[in-house]
Every structure is written in structure tokens, then in C-alpha cells.
């Protein structure tokens, strides 16, 4: 714990209004990032991890409204209190995020190498064939064997794993200091999950980038994570090391959780 | 053996994955490829594979929810594929199907006691108040209350909408069910609980069982046999007790290796499979 | 909507009740050559055309025989269209194939056109003739329209698991598949409709719809003597009337598709 907080969470509260009234899906939640850590928001489907990985990105779903009293501190600077251009130009420069599903993340009709080549292109690459030649380099990084001429191509001809990959090499052509990870690879086998998560590892350790990553799945999280934060009906229950999380749980509910993990006999 | 309640044979299904103009198939995938295997009555046999490896599409034409290619399925000495429609419909009543995503597997527009009763209606197995509590009965067996008959779908979670599906499969009494990644969509504690409830149903009905599957870990407990599926082929299929212990084939290693390990102080070595 | 809703049922109370409300009898022809092409007043507020009929009475009796027409008309073609698009869809292989191949041909040739070479090799019509005539012309939309859905929703987990079940065909298609095409078919009627009235109209004005002296919106308007500019009352109600329901139709209709449908995916 001795590096610096990069990311800082005080009291954050999340509402949905619709016509049937408002529903508090994060309700006061406070943690803290250190720059280079990957911790792991952890609980089941509703628990609200997803609204806090929105809510860090301000890409908010209509009629979901933060609360007055939360307070977001990103590398020094108030997150909520930033206008929209400058949480633009943050946005995939300092901080970004994998999606779940990278069939519906990327664009279908532009080749994956050109979606990459975007983000530079955004966030100051003045040069095309510059960004190009970086989304190449990029997309060589996170394993895509024949980068060059991968990059060529649409995301339909791409398998699954794959397409994450190049999710992947968006999320980091700016070297951010904090990628939020909802659900990686849950929408992949269990194979090409192995082979991502090996990704997502060594460029953590090369890149020394922070690493929220949002996942339903404690066995993803024993495999990736140093800390975990347990998330149950819009409250963190639990925030500890992964080996206390996994072998001293505080929280009944957390040893509940682990408890049903199926796990394979020879891995007990 | 005796006791074989199914048995496939050289299953084969075929999907176009180019046409001609005037819809003749131009190029095609084997999406099952030569699949046999037998499964013994009270027995749970796990299909097991990720994505695209035709698991599902077994599953199916075992049904006949899909016409396949070629082979054979027999169900308790019946020709499945050769049947007529209306025997057909009346073998239905012994082989059912849970389905993975109790979201869209159930009518949003009708009732719970409506979706559990449409089997017991179509095999006139008991109709009016005895249909009734049939339904009762049955949704009380699966951890639901009677009164939920009354509902729609909407009104339930997910591990609910699932045991709802349940019902709705076992209200026919059948003998045989597939649960087609069954337990797939649903969160930790829920399938933990759902698992349970199928075992236990399995128990008090003797049911038959092909639990199709894409995670190893989540069939363990259950599976009496387990095959491995990849690419349209059963690669090896044997005991579950041998398969976890001493898996023979690469790809059943490879699987293994991946399931990761909800410990932080456990490293296991990954084996990669390269496709030969 | 609102407004929208308000004329439509001011315009079908209208229809309902006209004995009730009309001044005058609408076929009344009074000898006095004194009654001919009177301009609006107290005692025939929208006029008289050249048989001195009260143009008011006849708008009001046009409102039945117009909307009348309309309304069957629409709910041939949508009987017509969901049973040959659903049994398009349901059956597929052949029996689709020719069953799109007709539709095809049917759309190819346009409506209007249609209409008049059927209507010129039968001679003029009945009113009953007139709804056949355009509910069997206005069928191939909506079996197109039906056939898509059918083929979407015969492919749903609940169907699926339906046919499973042992449920006879016939009512998996009943219980299942036919409740969810009600919100489409009820959009796609109100739509047609406002095609149908101005169709009806246009036949019925160049006298090959509904014939004289039973009054339609449409051939109100060719009994204005002259020039239409000569006696205008004669030519703006009627045509007040058409524009007025066909606006208020395509409102509600237009509302109805963004309510079920808020993306308008079903478009074209």
C-alpha cells in the first residue's frame, strides 16, 4: 500500500427515476485505487458494480442520477465536478474500460485496426498514418498474431477472443493509469478467458497501469486480483486482500458467495 | 444394456453456411459430427464444449427440435428420427427441455399457471381443478408457492423464472429431461440452489438427465458420465470420477486447466490445446 | 395524441350517429332550381351542390360510407396479410418462397394503378365490391411485415420450448406466436388505414368508387358545378374531412409504432 491513491470513492450514490419511483443501485459506496493495483469489484447480477464503473466514466443511463453528496477523485482531480470536455479528453487517455461484450463494442462496419487507430487519433495523434502504425503496434501487443494484416479487418471476422483483444489494445493505446474492466471475459469461453486474462496480467505488469476489474466470478478474481471489494444490494461488504477475502472471509455473505464457486475436486 | 433409456448414433447436422440464389446449399458446416454415444436410464450424462462446438445442436436433434443430417436416436427402443408428427408429439410428454436463458425461454404475455399447465393440456393428463393442482403441485416441487401460478414472468428473478421452466418440464412427468446450460445464466448462489434442486428432483423421480454444459466445474457434482465436445466431434467421453482424474485427451486437458481456481494461494499450470 | 384522438372519435361518432345529426336527408334533390349551388348559411352552413343537395348532410353521411369502407377494407387486408404472411413464415421452404414471390410481384406494380385496371375491367362497384376491391390489394405490406415477425418469434426459447412440451402446432401458433403479432398488426392497420381513405376518395371522385347519390367524402367533391372555384364549399369540406382523419389516423399510428417499437426498428 505503499503507492499513491489514484482513484478515490467517497459516499457514491447512484438513483434510477423512472415512472415507478427511484431505486438506489449503489447506495454510499467508498473505496480507494492505488496506482498499479488491480482490485476486483465483485457480486452478483443487481448488486450495482456496473452502475459504479459508469458512474467512474460519467456514461450514465438515462434517468441515472449521482448523488449530491458523492465525491470521485481521479490523480488529484474532482471527477464530478469536471465538464464534459474535459471528462472527453480524460476518457480513454487517463482512464478507460473493456466491455463485456466485444461483439456490440465494436463498430461493425469499420476495420478493427482504424477503431484502434480512433483513440490516438482522438486524444491528439495528428498523424494518420502515425495512428495507424500505433494500432498496429497495439494490437501486436495484446497477442493478435498477423497484426498488420488483422487490422485490415472487420470485427465479423474475428472469433470472440480476438475481438476482446482488440477491445484490449483500445482500452490502452493511451497508456491510462486506471482501466475499468466490466466483466472482460465473461461472455468467453473458458479457454480463451485463460488466454486474457494471461493477457490482461503481463500488461499490467508492463504497463504498471491501475486495474478496477468488475466481475461476478471469484475465480477470475483469485487469478488476477490482489484486493477485492465484495458488492451486495448497492454496498461494498467486504474490501480486503484476496487471501483474506478467500480464506477469512469477514462477511457471511462473502463466504456464502465462495462457498457456491463451483470448483473443480482436484483444484480444492 | 438393458437399461439404455437413449441411444445416438452417427448423429451428423449439417448447417448451410452459403447459398445459391435459389436457396440450394453451397457450402456446408458440420456443426455435429458423427456424435454416438448411449445414455442409461437414471443416469446424468454431461455434454461438455464452448461455444459453437454443436453441444446444443446435439441436444436438439435428440428432441428433434431440429431435423439432423443423418444418424439414429432411440428413445426406449423408438426410432425417434422416423416418427411420424402426431407419435412424435405424443413421445414429447416423455422427453422435455430446460433451456438457458429463463428471460426469453418463457411467453412474457402468459401466466405461470398457464405455461405449466400447457403440457398437461396437450397430453390430456388431468384437466380442470385436478390440472389445477397438478400445476400446484407441481411449482411447490420446485421451491415455488402455488399462488405464483397467478403471475407473469416479469414478477420473478432469474433463478425463479428458471425453476418455473422446471415446472413446466416436469408437469408432463417425463422421463428424460435436457438442460441445456441450464444453470448457465444464473448467478453463484442461485445455480448452487438450482443444481441442488435438479439433483434432488433427479432423486425423487429417477430422471434421466443430458446436462449440456460449457463449464466443467459446474457439472462435477452431477454428472454420472461426462463427454467432451469440440468442433462437431465427442473427443472422449468416459466416468466422471475418470474424466477429472485421468482426462485422456488433450482438448478434456486443456478445458480443465482453464477453469480457474477460486484460490489466490493456488497456481495451476495452464495447458494449451493447439487443435490437433 | 390527444388532439389527434379527439378528432378521430369526433369523426367516427359522427358516422355512427349521422340520421341523428344530419339536417337534411343527403339524397334529397329539391326541384326548386332556386336551391342549386347555394354558398354557405344559416340554413345549409356548408352549402348546396348542383342537385341542391346540403352539403353538410352529405359530409355527414359521407363520414359512414368513407371510414366505413376504410375500416373493413383494412381489417380484409390485415386478415388476409397475417394469414398468408404467417403461414409464409411459419411454414418457410416452398410455400414461403412463392408466397414472397406473389408479394413481390403485387408490390411491384403500384397501388393506384392497380386499382383503376381492376375497376375499368369490372365496371363500377358496389360498396361492398369497393372493400374487396382494396382490401385485396392492400395485403402484401402486412404479409411481409407479418412474415418477418412470425419468422423472428417462431425461433424464440418459449416457442421452442412450447413445440417441446408436446403442444400440438396449431396451438403453439395460437398461444405463442399470434399474441405477439396483435401490437404490430394494430400499427400497421391504423397506418393503412390513411392510405385507404385517400385511395377510396380518389376512386370514388373520378366516379369509379362509391357511385351516386350515396354519398363518400370522394365523390362530393366532383358535384361541384364548374369550376371548383365557382362554388369551393362544395370542395373544401369534404376534403377538410379527408385531411383531417388522415392526419389524426397517422398521428395515432405514428405514436402507437414509437410505443411498442421506441426505436424504430419496424421502419420501412
Known amino acids: 500500500m505503499t503507492a499513491p491513491v489514484l482513484l478515490d470513492v467517497r459516499d457514491l450514490v447512484v438513483t434510477y427515476v423512472s415512472d415507478a419511483g427511484a431505486v438506489r443501485a449503489v447506495d454510499g459506496v467508498s473505496f480507494a485505487v492505488h496506482a498499479g493495483e488491480t482490485v476486483a469489484l465483485v ?35 474532482d471527477l ?6 474535459a471528462m472527453c479528453d480524460l476518457r480513454g487517455r487517463k482512464i478507460s474500460m473493456i466491455f463485456q461484450e466485444p461483439a456490440s463494442a465494436l463498430n461493425p462496419v469499420m476495420k478493427v485496426g482504424a477503431q484502434v487507430a480512433e483513440v490516438a487519433l482522438l486524444h491528439g495523434e495528428r498523424s494518420k498514418r502515425a495512428a495507424w502504425d500505433r494500432a498496429v503496434a497495439m494490437l501486436d501487443r495484446t497477442g493478435i498474431a498477423d497484426a498488420a494484416r488483422r487490422a485490415h479487418q472487420y ?114 | 444394456m438393458s437399461d439404455t433409456l437413449i441411444s445416438v448414433s452417427h448423429l451428423t447436422h449439417e448447417f448451410a ?68 408428427r402426431e407419435p412424435l408429439r405424443r413421445l414429447r410428454r416423455r422427453m422435455q427441455v430446460v433451456f438457458q436463458d429463463p428471460h426469453t425461454s418463457l411467453d412474457p404475455r402468459m401466466r405461470v399457471g398457464r405455461t405449466v399447465r400447457e403440457g398437461i393440456e396437450a397430453h390430456e393428463l388431468a384437466e380442470g381443478a385436478e390440472a389445477d393442482a397438478r400445476v400446484a403441485r407441481t411449482l411447490e416441487e420446485v421451491g415455488l408457492r402455488a399462488s405464483d401460478a397467478a403471475k407473469l414472468p416479469h414478477e420473478f428473478s432469474g433463478g425463479q423464472r428458471q425453476r418455473i421452466a422446471i415446472a413446466r418440464a416436469l408437469a408432463v412427468e417425463p422421463e428424460f429431461v435436457v438442460l441445456d446450460e441450464a444453470v448457465s445464466a444464473l448467478d453463484v448462489t442461485v445455480q448452487a440452489q438450482v443444481l441442488a434442486l ?27 458420465r461426462v463427454a467432451v465436445m469440440y468442433r462437431g466431434r465427442i473427443v472422449e467421453i468416459a466416468a466422471a470420477a475418470a474424466l477429472y482424474s485421468s482426462p485422456q485427451h488433450g482438448y478434456t486437458k486443456a478445458l480443465l486447466s482453464a477453469v480457474p481456481v477460486p484460490d489466490p494461494r493456488v497456481k495451476k499450470k495452464r495447458i494449451v490445446w493447439d487443435g490437433n | 395524441m390527444k388532439f389527434a384522438a379527439a378528432v378521430l372519435v369526433l369523426f367516427v361518432v359522427v358516422a355512427v350517429a349521422a340520421p341523428a345529426i344530419a339536417p337534411h336527408d343527403p339524397r334529397a334533390t329539391p326541384q326548386s332550381e332556386t336551391q342549386k349551388n347555394l354558398p354557405p348559411s344559416g340554413a345549409h352552413p356548408f352549402g348546396t351542390d348542383q342537385y341542391s343537395r346540403d352539403v353538410l348532410s352529405r359530409v355527414i353521411y359521407g363520414a359512414r360510407v368513407s371510414l366505413g369502407v376504410a375500416v373493413v377494407a383494412v381489417m380484409l387486408a390485415l386478415t388476409l396479410g397475417a394469414a398468408i404472411g404467417a403461414v409464409a413464415g411459419y411454414a418457410g421452404g416452398w410455400t414461403d418462397i412463392i408466397c414472397m414471390r406473389v408479394v413481390d410481384a403485387m408490390l411491384s406494380v403500384p ?3 392497380l386499382l383503376l385496371v381492376l375497376v375499368a375491367s369490372t365496371g363500377p362497384l358496389t ?42 402446432e396449431w396451438r403453439v401458433f395460437v398461444l405463442h406466436v399470434l399474441p405477439g ?50 362554388t369551393w364549399w362544395v370542395v373544401l369540406f369534404p376534403g377538410l374531412a379527408i385531411v383531417c382523419t388522415v392526419l389524426a389516423v397517422n398521428t395515432i399510428g405514428e405514436r402507437l409504432r414509437e410505443r411498442i417499437d421506441p426505436r424504430g426498428r419496424s421502419r420501412t
Open chain 1, 155 to 268: 470485427p465479423h471476422e474475428l472469433s470472440g477472443g480476438m475481438r476482446q483483444r482488440v477491445l484490449i489494445a483500445m482500452a490502452l493505446m493511451m497508456r491510462p493509469a486506471l482501466v475499468i474492466a466490466d466483466e472482460p471475459t465473461s461472455a468467453l469461453d473458458v479457454t480463451v478467458q485463460a488466454q486474457i486474462l494471461d493477457l490482461l496480467r503481463d500488461l499490467q505488469r508492463e504497463t504498471g497501469m491501475a486495474v478496477l476489474f468488475i466481475t461476478h466470478d471469484f475465480g477470475v478474481v483469485a487469478e488476477l486480483c490482489s484486493r477485492a471489494m465484495v458488492m451486495r444490494a448497492g454496498r461494498i461488504v467486504e474490501d480486503a486482500p484476496v487471501d483474506r477475502i478467500f480464506h477469512a472471509p469477514a462477511d457471511p455473505y462473502t463466504a456464502e458467495l465462495l462457498r457456491a464457486v463451483p470448483r473443480l475436486t482436484a483444484d480444492r
Open chain 3, 181 to 230: 403479432l396483435v401490437p404490430q398488426l394494430l400499427v400497421t392497420g391504423t397506418l393503412a388505414l390513411a392510405t385507404v381513405i385517400p385511395l377510396e376518395a380518389g376512386l370514388s371522385f373520378l366516379g369509379l368508387g362509391v357511385q351516386p347519390p350515396t354519398a363518400s367524402w370522394g365523390n362530393i367533391i366532383s358535384d361541384a358545378a364548374g369550376r371548383p372555384g365557382d
Open chain 1, 43 to 77: 457480486g452478483e447480477s443487481g448488486c450495482g458494480k456496473t452502475s459504479v464503473a459508469f458512474a467512474l466514466m460519467r456514461v450514465m443511463a438515462p434517468g441515472a442520477r449521482i448523488g449530491a453528496g458523492s465525491r470521485i477523485t481521479f490523480d488529484g482531480a
Open chain 3, 111 to 113: 397501388r393506384v394503378l
Open chain 2, 198 to 224: 435438479l439433483m434432488q428432483l433427479q432423486r425423487d423421480r429417477g430422471l434421466t438427465y443430458l446436462f449440456i454444459a460449457h463449464n466443467l466445474a459446474v457439472v462435477e457434482r452431477i454428472a454420472t
Open chain 1, 80 to 85: 464530478l465536478a469536471l465538464d464534459e470536455r
Open chain 2, 17 to 84: 453456411a452459403r447459398r445459391t440464389m435459389f436457396g440450394a446449399p453451397q457450402a456446408t458446416i458440420r456443426a455435429v459430427n458423427d456424435v454416438s454415444f448411449d445414455i442409461a436410464r437414471g443416469e446424468t450424462l454431461a455434454l461438455v464444449g464452448e461455444s459453437g462446438c454443436g453441444k446444443t445442436t446435439t441436444g436438439r436433434a435428440i428432441l428433434r427440435l431440429i431435423e439432423p443430417t443423418s444418424g439414429h436416436v432411440t428413445f426406449d427402443g423408438i426410432d425417434v428420427l422416423t416418427l411420424q
Open chain 3, 127 to 168: 360498396v361492398g365490391g369497393i372493400i374487396v376491391l382494396l382490401g385485396c390489394t392492400g395485403w402484401p405490406g402486412t404479409s411481409r411485415l407479418v412474415r418477418g415477425e412470425v419468422r423472428l418469434l417462431k425461433e424464440r426459447d418459449y416457442v421452442l420450448a412450447s413445440r417441446a412440451t408436446g403442444t400440438p
